[in-house]
């Protein structure tokens, strides 16, 4: 598929990050994922992905932290960021910062994260 999406995945868990990568690969996503956020912002500028979704809770850097490294790099500013967090409840997905920020809680259902995620890629 040459108009293949690129998506790049940060969570510190695991399983989260194993059952996202089969969700969106499964939708015929190119999925790159860790749970590295250093190695995150590396394959940002690597691979251009449409779409980053980063955890916001990490231990080593928070998912606010990697959204803000993206954007000052000219390589990686325009890469548009989801954030995947527990905090939201569940069937919630919240915009804040004027529309810039996207907040989708891991408990919604398969379908409204493709959907935010189909609303966010262009």
């Known amino acids: 598929m040459t108009d293949q999406k690129k998506i790049l995945l940060i969570d510190d868990n695991r399983a989260i990050l194993r059952a996202m990568k089969q969700l ?3 939708e015929g996503y190119l999925v790159f994922a860790t749970s590295n956020c250093e190695a995150a912002i590396r394959i940002a500028a690597e691979e251009q992905p449409d779409l980053v979704i980063s955890d916001v809770d990490m231990p080593e850097m928070d998912g ?10 000219p390589k990686t500013r325009h890469i548009k960021v989801i954030f995947l967090t527990s905090m939201v409840m569940q069937n919630e997905a919240a915009t804040a910062g004027g529309g810039k920020n996207v907040y ?8 409204e994260i493709l959907a935010e995620i189909r609303n966010q890629l262009p």
């Not at 606010?64 to 790099?73: D, F, T």
């Not at 989708?104 to 398969?110: P, Q, V």
């Open 24 to 26: 969106l690969t499964g």
């Open 64 to 73: 606010g932290e990697v959204a803000a490294r993206l954007k000052e790099s």
């Open 104 to 111: 989708i809680s891991k408990m919604a259902e398969h379908a």
